[in-house]
Structure formats: structure tokens, C-alpha cells
């Protein structure tokens, strides 16, 4: 849609089992702006209006200094909304940190005359705006997808209860949701439906209208295929990772929410080594994955728990089955926790033994050397696109190749632009439906396959994924 005034909106009701949120929130198709280069908005504000005393709104092209905006046809008045005690500065706070990883500013006080900042009122009902009753929030998205650096949203404070019941029970993460939303919305990001890489809800993204997990929500990074009430293609071409597109308009801040916590929990230090590593991680972001290391290697990883409607249980339970041809040997356990944009934390060293200390290399896994007791292999140092023979050279542990060509790579998406690493020389060849690893370009020469581990034993769980041979055929990586 293009037109000025297109409307993409929801019938309340319409999925089943909270699958989105009610009431609506509202995306306008607006006017096109001005192209700007990447990060020319870095520094600028996103002034949070609670209309204290209430708020005049006039009609007229978006202007945030007057209160002006094209999404009303006559002069009217927002009314203020009585807050709870302290819910006002949490709200604030939310959006704060929700938007802290980039460099803007968020802020309830209103900027100086003459700068340009983006602007979102904080109040009444959308029977102000001529809208139907339910609807959360209003604001138009620039049909260049080019942000509207002086844009005015709306989030309705008479749908604040709804949307908490929507956000786990939070008013303060469900109106955090409708703010975050409306103003991304003026920089031109879409709604976004669910990830492309394996098909989770985008219900822990404040761009989705689904409501299957709560908590607070933050731009995330990853990429996702747009969408209301099922997947559509995105308004801006390809898919949306609303992460990466706010660092394109702001350029890098510093978050402000913590790194996550991680801590092995089994087994206890100088104890023996069992059949399990667990850990316990969380994060008030959400935790994206967890590695397991043993002596400085990784061997396993596994993805983030699943959100739920009070957001994912912070902290969650990982649980890493041992291979059952682990060598015996002491080892120092590490665990390393994610978020979704790479903030890391490591848990402290535990050390424990298998069986009894190695004494030499020839009972440890081959390929792997034995020094004070302990089994394991050098440092990987094979960068993305060096020839490799054994997955263990590899900093992505991942090698792969046909008969002939084997290098190190790493995990893509097909059909996501830069999926694979730039000036690469690399293409991401599809493995299975919405799977794929980064290859070299296809010239015509047939088939390739995978499978890098000459050392003929792997470590663990990685054995079938990472290890497995798997007939694929390259393809051009299209944007």
C-alpha cells in the first residue's frame, strides 16, 4: 500500500488463543520523506508526550514541535491519564532500554525549539483521531521507508489495561509495547509476523501484533518475515531485522539492560564428571543461546528457552548430554551465555574429572593433545573461507566442501541479503527448506557436499548436525 492514508488494521478477536494483540495497533502508510544516509540520525530524540494538562493536536503534514499530524482531520484535545504511582518513570525507563542499543535519545521532556525529533503523544482514546474504539496506537509509516525525522505517533492510554493482560500482566511492558512500536513505525519498520530462520512467533519484538509471549520486548536481532494476523511480504524490501535497521538510522548506542546471567549448576567443582552439564541463564533481554565448553572447546550450543506469556523464565535450565566416547581426562567446564544482539557473560570455571587425568595424547580424541591431565585441541584458527579437512580448524567449527573443496563456513538463511559474510566471495547454499551454509559461488560445477571431519570422531550432539553428509546443490544467494 502507498496511499497516504492506507490503513492496516485487525478485527479484534480474529485469531484464536491470543495469538495477537487487542486491541489493534495501527500502521498508516504515509507521505514519502527525504532519503538520509546511514546513521545521519545518530544522536537524535524520541520525546515521550504524557500530555500533562492534555494535548492539542492539529491537523496538517507531521510536524513535532506544533503537535501537527496528517492522522487527525480536525483540531482536538488528548486528555492526560492518571497514572499509578511510579508507573509514569517505569514506562520511561522501558523505552529507554528498549531503545538504548542505539545512539538516541529518549526522553519525556520536550527537546528545544528548532531541533527535529520524532514525537509520540501518550494519551486518550482513539475516538480523538476519528478511529474505531480498541484501537492501542496509531502512526504512519513513510512509503520510501525513509524515517520521518519530525513524525508524530500515538499510543491511547485507554488501551493500556488490555495490552498489559496481552504483555504477562504489566501495564507498565504493555503501554512500553504500543510506544516502542508507533515510534519505530515513523522510522519505517513494519510489523513483523515471525523469524525467518525457523519460524518462532515475533511475539518478543514490539513490531508484532501477536501476543503468544508477554514480557518486555525489544528490537530484535533477527530476521523476520512481516506480517498482522499471518506472513506477508515486508513494506521495505526483503525480510525485517528491526535490530539492524535501528543501528542503519541511529548507528550503535550502549545498552543499558545487563549482560545475562549464566552459572554452571551441575556438576559441582572437583567432582566427578557425569552424563549431563547443566547451567542455569537469564536475562532480562531474553537469553538467545547458551554454548557448553570443555577445556576451551565448544561443544554444544543450544538455542534461548522458549518466551512465554510472562516473557522466558529468567533464570532458565540448559542441559548438555555428554557423548558417551567422551576421553577420560580432568576438565575445566565454561559456559557462555548470549543475547540476541551479542552481549556475552561466562560463567565461572568449574573443574572435574572423567574416568582419571589423561596421561598422553593417544587416549584423548584425535587430533587433540594431552597436558596437565587434560584432553584437548589447539585454538581454532580457520577464518570463514579458508580450506580446512577437520571442523575443529574452524573458528565456526563448521567445514564443509565437496570431495574436492572444503572450507570453513558458517550457518545462513537462504535468501537473506548478506546472509553470508561481505566480500566473502561467498553465497548462502540452501541444505534443507530455510537452511543453508555459506559456499563459494556457484560456476557449474554440480553438486558439493558436507562433511569436513576427517579426524573420524566428533564431538557430541554436533556429530548429526554439523557433521552430517548432506547433498546440496549452490544457488545464488537473491536479496
Not at 494519551?123 to 509509516?141: K, T
Request: proline fraction near 7%; aromatic fraction near 8%; hydrophobic fraction near 35%.
Amino acid at each position: 500500500m502507498r496511499a497516504a492514508v492506507a490503513l492496516v488494521t485487525l478485527t479484534l478477536g480474529a485469531l484464536e488463543g491470543g495469538a495477537f494483540a487487542a486491541p489493534p495497533l495501527k500502521l498508516v502508510i504515509g507521505a514519502p520523506q527525504p532519503p538520509i544516509a546511514d546513521g545521519e540520525l545518530g544522536g537524535t530524540t524520541i520525546y515521550l508526550n504524557r500530555c500533562i494538562g492534555g494535548c492539542t493536536v492539529r491537523p496538517g503534514p507531521d510536524n513535532s514541535e506544533t503537535d501537527t499530524s496528517p492522522l487527525t482531520q480536525q483540531q482536538t484535545t488528548l486528555a492526560e491519564y492518571t497514572f499509578q504511582a511510579g508507573e509514569w518513570a517505569a514506562t520511561v525507563q522501558c523505552a529507554k532500554e528498549v531503545y538504548s542499543p542505539y545512539n538516541v535519545t529518549v526522553t519525556d521532556t520536550r527537546p528545544a525549539p528548532g531541533q527535529n525529533y520524532t514525537e509520540i503523544l501518550v494519551a486518550g482514546n482513539p475516538a480523538d483521531l476519528g478511529l474505531p474504539n480498541g484501537v492501542g496506537g496509531v502512526a504512519s509509516v513513510p512509503a520510501n521507508c525513509q524515517p520521518n525525522v519530525k513524525g508524530v505517533s500515538f499510543a491511547f492510554t485507554s488501551a493500556i489495561d488490555i495490552f498489559a493482560s496481552e504483555a504477562g500482566g504489566s501495564r507498565v511492558n504493555g503501554l512500553c509495547w504500543i510506544i516502542a512500536q508507533e515510534t519505530a513505525h515513523l522510522y519505517g519498520l513494519d510489523h513483523e509476523y515471525e523469524f525467518a530462520e525457523d519460524a518462532r512467533s515475533a511475539c518478543n519484538d514490539p513490531m508484532t501484533y501477536r501476543a503468544d509471549c508477554g514480557g518486555e520486548k525489544f528490537f530484535r536481532n533477527r530476521f523476520a518475515k512481516c506480517g498482522e494476523t499471518e506472513a506477508r511480504p515486508c513494506n521495505c524490501p526483503g525480510y525485517q531485522n528491526s535490530h539492524t535497521q535501528m543501528i542503519k538510522i541511529f548507528g550503535a548506542g550502549q545498552s543499558i539492560v545487563p549482560a545475562p546471567t549464566v552459572a554452571v549448576t551441575t556438576p559441582q567443582p572437583n567432582g566427578s564428571l557425569g552424563s549431563v552439564v547443566v547451567a542455569a541463564a537469564g536475562s532480562k533481554r531474553g537469553v538467545e543461546r547458551v554454548d557448553f565448553y570443555l577445556n576451551g572447546w565448544k561443544w554444544a550450543s543450544q538455542t534461548g528457552a522458549v518466551f512465554t506469556r510472562q516473557g522466558q523464565p529468567n533464570p532458565s535450565s540448559y542441559t548438555f548430554v555428554l557423548p558417551t566416547n567422551l576421553p577420560d581426562s580432568i576438565y575445566d567446564i565454561v559456559v557462555k551465555a548470549y543475547d540476541d544482539i551479542g552481549i556475552e557473560s561466562v560463567s565461572e570455571t568449574v573443574t572435574v574429572t572423567k574416568g582419571a587425568a589423561c596421561q598422553t595424547a593417544a587416549t584423548c580424541a584425535n587430533g587433540q593433545k594431552c597436558e596437565n591431565g587434560r584432553c584437548f585441541w589447539d585454538p581454532p584458527v580457520g577464518e570463514i573461507g579458508d580450506t580446512c579437512t577437520f571442523s575443529e580448524f574452524c573458528k565456526s567449527n563448521l567445514c564443509s566442501g565437496s570431495a574436492d573443496t572444503q572450507i570453513c563456513t558458517q550457518n545462513c538463511i537462504p535468501g537473506v541479503a548478506d546472509s553470508c559474510p561481505l566480500d566473502s566471495g561467498l553465497e548462502c547454499v540452501e541444505t534443507s527448506p530455510g537452511h543453508g551454509v555459506c559456499f563459494l559461488q556457484d560456476t557449474g560445477g554440480g553438486c558439493c557436499s558436507v562433511n569436513g571431519d576427517g579426524n573420524g570422531w566428533v564431538p557430541g550432539t554436533f556429530g548429526a548436525v554439523v557433521f552430517g553428509l548432506i547433498a546440496l546443490r549452490p544457488r545464488r544467494r537473491r536479496s
